[in-house]
């Protein structure tokens, strides 16, 4: 957009860099020459932190978390963010400080002086609005504005966090409420893998994924991106592009999938799977809800009729309690019988003695792994399935479950199985030449 001065439209980049790119500083010399370059190409750039460094490390989130807990482990959660919110206000002076030396003109904000107002739901806060105008104050001043991830402030003025990850979650919607060209995630790895590279060493990055895929990639046990980060840029289709701090490699770009002006390339349109991932130390629980045996024959109708209901109450009520002990449940499949579903290994003790609490048998199947297919492109394309038997027959693993959506395919496989699993399914569908 051009104003009446003929003043060309801001271009605004958020540049998001992750705990080892800013550990050292050698690894914020890297930093300060994205930030140069982006400048160099006429953006404005918002530069996000996370803490420094990995837990052990003095001023990583794990660390500043058990110096809370250490003083008193009944923290309160809101002493517990206050703590844990510094870990990014730490590194994002440390780098505003090494962007000036290198001659920019930049400044700091915390989060909440960035305009991030959130729930007070400490710990795992909810980003209710972001006002971009302390932000975009500075930029209009061509400063390079540097702000610490993680964390927002309530109405109230309490500071609060957003989650384990939460940098990503603060890129994206200081992004969104920016209206960003781009939100570029540096880390240190060079963008998302067609599977894990320690699986499958032939893995490759992936060029270009789609919002859905990511989504869904993130959910099956890939890491790399913080799930809500994704889902706030797909919002308003801003693109996210994951980079290597270190590396010039081009990393993963993640964009629409159709609608919406074509700023960036969309996804090939003749991929049918993007992805493999898995997601380990799951375990399926079977629990078997039989019929009370029947009455005489004349009643019979009435008596069947009676115990549906009945089961159908205790199901509920056993579904319920699950829930409230926070276990949740993933491959789900009812049959009148049988319920079946998997839960984290973590968990199953936990989820027997609410299923006994109902007077029910439950079959667990410990040690496995969910391995999943992930394409937007298998939507409505046959063979899929066919294609995913085939490679684990091949491959001499035994399907213990599966189950699907419309971009992905998963089989439940034990756990010793689950390295061939994936570099068969990795294989079958030509992943490392694409
Ligand atoms: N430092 C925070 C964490 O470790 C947030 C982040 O790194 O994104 O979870
Ligand atoms: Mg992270």
């Not at 003025?157 to 994206?172: E, I, K, M, P, Q």
């Not at 990511?214 to 809500?228: D, S």
């Not at 992930?374 to 693993?397: I, T």
Request: hydrophobic share 40%; net charge neutral.
């Amino acid at each position: 957009m051009t104003k009446a001065t003929g003043e060309r439209k801001m271009r605004i980049i958020v540049q998001k860099f992750g705990g080892t790119s800013v550990a050292t500083s050698k690894a914020r010399a890297r930093v300060t020459e994205w930030v140069v370059k982006a400048k160099r190409e006429g953006y404005s750039p918002v530069v996000v932190v996370s803490a420094m460094g990995r837990s052990g490390d003095p001023y990583a989130t794990d660390t500043l978390i058990n110096l809370a807990k250490e003083a008193y482990h009944d923290t309160r959660p809101r002493e517990l963010d206050l703590l844990a919110s510094c870990g990014e206000i730490i590194s994002s002076v440390v780098v505003t400080n090494t962007l000036r030396a290198a001659g920019l003109d930049a400044i700091v904000m915390t989060g909440g002086q960035a305009g991030i107002i959130t729930n007070s739901n400490f710990g795992n806060a909810e980003i209710i609005r972001v006002d971009p105008s302390p932000v975009l104050r500075h930029l209009n001043e061509g400063k390079v504005v540097v702000v610490a991830g993680f964390q927002g402030v309530t109405e109230d003025g309490d500071v609060t966090t957003l989650g384990r990850g939460g940098s990503d979650t603060t890129a994206a919607a200081l992004g969104v409420a920016l209206n960003a060209d781009v939100i570029e995630i540096y880390t240190d790895v060079d963008g998302i893998k067609t599977a894990d590279p320690r699986l499958v060493p032939d893995a490759r990055t992936i060029n270009t994924i789609t919002y859905e895929e990511i989504l869904q990639m993130a959910n099956e046990g890939a890491k790399v991106i913080h799930p809500k980060a994704v889902e706030i840029a797909m919002m308003r289709n801003i693109p996210l592009r994951i980079k290597c701090t270190f590396s010039e490699a081009p990393g993963t770009l993640i964009t629409y999938t159709f609608e919406g002006p074509p700023k960036w390339p969309a996804v090939p349109g003749n991929r049918t799977v993007t992805g493999i991932t898995h997601m380990p130390n799951v375990a399926q629980i079977k629990v078997y809800t039989p019929l009370k045996a029947h009455g005489a024959d004349r009643n019979q109708e009435e008596e069947t009729q009676k115990s549906l209901r009945k089961r159908g109450e205790t199901d509920l009520l056993m579904f319920k309690k699950l829930a409230e002990a926070g276990i949740s449940l993933d491959m789900i499949s009812f049959t009148p019988e049988v319920k079946m579903f998997i839960i984290q290994e973590s968990l199953v003790d936990g989820a027997l003695a609410i299923i006994s609490e109902f007077g029910l048998e439950a079959r667990v199947t410990k040690g496995c792994s969910k391995v999943s297919v992930v394409g937007s492109g298998m939507r409505g394309v046959p063979g899929v399935m066919a294609n995913v038997v085939e490679a684990l027959e091949r491959a001499g693993v035994p399907i213990i479950q599966t189950s699907d959506s419309h971009l992905t395919i998963s089989c439940l496989v034990s756990k010793e199985h689950t390295e061939k699993a994936v570099r068969a399914l990795h294989d079958q569908f030509g992943l490392a030449h694409v």
